[in-house]
């Protein structure tokens, strides 16, 4: 598993949009996001690469 973590921002978000990708400094896409997450929430876990030897990148998108 892979645990993501990040700084809340300002600005009283909904929650954050969680997208992973192989491709370095990609575009977030529909069919790269992974999840969701409430604002109050900092952190996701990554349980789709477990047990791979790949590198993935992640971006954290915040939504209202």
Do not use: H
Request: proline share 5%; hydrophobic share 35%; net charge positive.
């Amino acid at each position: 598993n892979a645990v993501i973590s990040w700084n809340s921002v300002w600005g009283n978000p909904t929650g954050y949009k969680i997208y992973r990708s192989s491709v370095y400094n990609f575009q977030p896409a529909s069919n790269l996001m992974i999840g969701t997450c409430p604002a109050s929430q900092t952190s996701f876990v990554d349980v789709g690469v477990a047990n791979t030897d790949n590198f993935f990148y992640y971006r954290v998108v915040s939504y209202k």
